[in-house]
């Protein structure tokens, strides 16, 4: 969110005009550097949700709201990333940013609960152990 909004602000939006891929292919290039950066960190960010969701799914001692957020936080990224196709396919709509921030904000909200969930599981099955 915090490159994205540098993006933005910089007016660097289109400086990557294709996709998935920039005109360099998988390589970075000075020319949209930091865009590339953007798409990178959100492959990754992607990878590593969808990695904790189905980690969230596959263990027996998950609680039913962590695997909803894990799974909400899955639907808000892949909404995210294709709905950064479409921001640059229609050139910096207004209202596709606006949509595009305020999924980057639900997007944030699933994963911060996500994150205090599992702090809240660790702390009470560390104390079912001791008990
Ligand atoms: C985890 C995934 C992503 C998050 C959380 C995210 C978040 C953001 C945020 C917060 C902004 C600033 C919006 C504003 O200031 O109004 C932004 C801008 C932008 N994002 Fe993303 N983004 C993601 C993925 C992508 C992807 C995959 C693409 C394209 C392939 C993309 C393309 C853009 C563009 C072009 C802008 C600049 C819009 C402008 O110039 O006004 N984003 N992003």
Redesign the pocket.
């Known amino acids: ?5 540098y ?3 910089a ?4 400086t ?1 005009p294709d ?2 891929l920039c005109p360099n292919g998988l390589l970075p290039d000075d020319e949209y550097f930091i ?1 590339w950066m ?2 990178l ?3 990754t ?2 990878a590593l ?1 969808i990695a904790t969701t189905v980690g969230a799914w596959i263990s027996k001692d998950s609680y039913l709201k962590i695997k909803i957020t894990s799974a909400l936080a899955t639907v808000f ?1 892949i909404t ?2 294709t ?3 479409l ?2 396919d229609m050139k ?1 709509h ?1 209202v596709l ?2 949509i ?2 305020g ?3 639900l ?2 909200a699933m994963v911060l609960l996500t994150t205090l969930f599992a702090f809240r599981m660790g702390k009470q099955k560390s104390i079912e152990t001791k008990a």
């Open positions: 969110m915090f490159v994205g909004g993006v933005s602000a007016g660097l939006g289109l990557c996709w998935p865009e953007h798409r960190i959100a492959a960010t992607g949700i990224v995210q990333i709905l950064g196709a921001v640059i910096l207004a940013v606006a595009h921030l999924i980057g904000v997007l944030f």
